[in-house]
C-alpha cells in the first residue's frame, strides 16, 4: 500500500504539465496581505511544487501578538520558511514564538525547518496523527519529493516535526491571544485542525477548505467528513475564512467548495446505485461538475478524486 502511495504522489507531482510560476528563480515575491489588524496572509502560487516556486504554493497566515509573531503552515519547503521569515521581519521586530501545522501534506509544513533556523525556540503545534506521519516514513517522503521536484531548490535538510499536539477543543494562549483547534474527526486528511484566532472573528480552515483550487485527497480522507467539517465552520459563523490555498474572504468560499464535494459525492452515488463502475462514470461526473472546470487542479484531481470517492461509497454500503 505505501508503495502505491508513494508512486501516486511522484506520478502525480513528475508529469504533469505545470503552470508559469509568478516568482523568479531566486526571489519571493509575493505580498504580505493584511487580513485585520493582526492577522496577515501571503498567498503561495497554485502550482505544484517546481524549481521556481521552491515549494512555497500555500496560504501562510501571520498573527501578531503583544508576545511575539504566530504562524500557522510555513510553507513546503526550508527555503519557504527562511523567505516567510524575512518577510515577517519587514511587519515586525517581535520573534515567532510558535507555529501550527494544519495537517501532514509535507507544502503545508516543511517551512518549519527555515523557521526554526531563525527562532531555534519556536514552539511547533499539529494534530497528534500529523506529528506522527511528520516524524516517520511519512514525512521523509515528503521531503525527498519536494527536494526532487525543485530539483534541490527546497534547502531542506533535516525533519521538524511539531513539538506539541492539539487537537479538537484546546485553546493555546499566546499572551492576549487565544488560538482555539477544532478537529472534527477525518476530512481533508485524518489529521487536519482548524485555528480559530479568538477575538479576530477569523478561523484558518486548513485544506478542508480551498477557495476555487483542488488539490489531492489521499486514502485517509473523508469526502462525506469533509462536507460535515465545512457545515461546522460555517455554523460557527466567522466573518474571515482563511483557507489553505487561496485567498481569505467570507462563508462564500466555503458555500462553494462544498457544493463541490456534495456535486462529486451525489453524482458518484447516484452512477453507483446505477450499477456504472468508476473507470466508466468519469465523463458524467465530469459533466455533472461544468461549474468547477476551470479551478485550477481539477482535470488532475477530478479522476482521483471519483476513485475515492466511489470506495467511500462502496465501503459506506457494507
Ligand atoms: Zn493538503
Known sequence: MKMIHTLYIVTIFTFLTVAPSAVSAAGFDWPLERITDRIYAIYGPFDLPDPENRGFRNTVVIVLTTAGVVLFDP?????????????????????????????????????????????????????????????????KRW???????????????????????????????V???????????????????????????ALFTGDIVRNRFLGMMEEDASFKGNISAIDFMLEKEFGHYIPAHGLAGGADILIEYRAYLVTLRDTVKELYDDGVADFEMKPAVVKALGD???????????GPHISRVYLEIEAEEF
Open 143 to 173: 521531503r525527498e519529493l519536494i527536494n526532487r521536484v525543485t530539483e534541490g531548490k527546497a534547502g531542506g535538510k533535516k525533519i521538524v516535526a511539531p513539538d506539541k499536539t492539539v487537537n479538537n477543543g484546546d485553546v493555546i494562549t
Open 292 to 302: 468547477y472546470q476551470e479551478w485550477p487542479g481539477f482535470d488532475i484531481r477530478v
Open 75 to 139: 510553507g513546503g519547503s526550508a527555503w519557504a520558511g527562511e523567505r516567510i521569515v524575512e518577510k515577517i521581519k519587514s511587519l515586525t521586530d517581535e520573534p515567532v514564538v510558535a507555529v501550527f501545522n494544519s495537517h501532514a501534506h509535507g507544502d503545508h509544513w516543511l517551512g518549519n525547518e527555515g523557521v526554526r533556523n531563525s527562532y531555534p525556540s519556536a514552539v511547533i503545534y499539529g494534530h497528534p496523527n500529523m506529528k506522527a506521519k511528520a516524524e516517520g516514513a511519512y514525512g
Open 175 to 201: 499572551a492576549e491571544t487565544k488560538f482555539r483547534i477544532y478537529h472534527t474527526g477525518p476530512a481533508h486528511t485524518d489529521n487536519d485542525i482548524a485555528i480559530e484566532v479568538v477575538g479576530e472573528d
